[in-house]
C-alpha cells in the first residue's frame, strides 16, 4: 500500500487486510521498486513449491508433468496422468465408474465401462513401491489412500 495514512492503527488495517506491504509518504520511487522486486522474489519461490504435489514417496510436478516414486521417474500415459490427478485431488472418497467416466473420457465415451478398470490396473502397477494405493470399494468405485510403511 502506497499511502498518506501513518498511524500505527492504519499500518495494522492495511497489512491485515491482506496488503503485502506498506508505504507511507513521502517515499521514494527506488524504493518502492526494490520492494516490488522484494515481493516477486518471495512470490517465485513460494510457486516453485506449489507446482509439487507431494504425497509420501509419490511426488507429482504439476508443471513438468511428470510423477515420481521414490525419487524415480514413473512414465505415464496422459490418461493415467490424469486419472491420479483426480484420484489424489478427491483422496479419501469413494469415486465410481460412472463419474471417472464422465471426468476423465467425457459423457461422449460409448466404449465399455471397463477401460476404467484397465487404467486402474495400470496406474496400480505403476504405484508398486509407494505408500499410496487405489483401493476397490465393492459394489461403489475406486478411492486413493495413503498407507502408512506399517500398514504396507
Known sequence: MLTARDDEIDKIIGLESGADDYMTKPFSPREV?????????????????????????????????????????IPLTRKEYD???FLIKNKGIALSRDVLLETLWGFEYDGDTRIVDVHIF???????????????????GYMLEEVSNETK
Not at 43 to 52: D, I, P, R, Y
Open 33 to 73: 521498486l526494490a520492494r516490488v522486486k522484494a515481493g516477486l522474489r518471495r512470490q517465485k519461490l513460494n510457486s516453485t513449491e506449489e507446482h509439487l504435489i507431494t504425497l509420501g514417496s509419490l511426488v507429482i510436478d504439476l508443471n513438468r508433468h511428470e510423477v515420481f516414486v521414490n525419487g524415480k521417474l
Open 83 to 85: 486419472l491420479l490427478l
Open 122 to 140: 495400470k496406474l496400480r502397477e505403476k504405484l508398486t513401491g509407494s505408500n499410496v494405493v487405489i483401493v476397490t470399494k465393492r459394489g461403489i
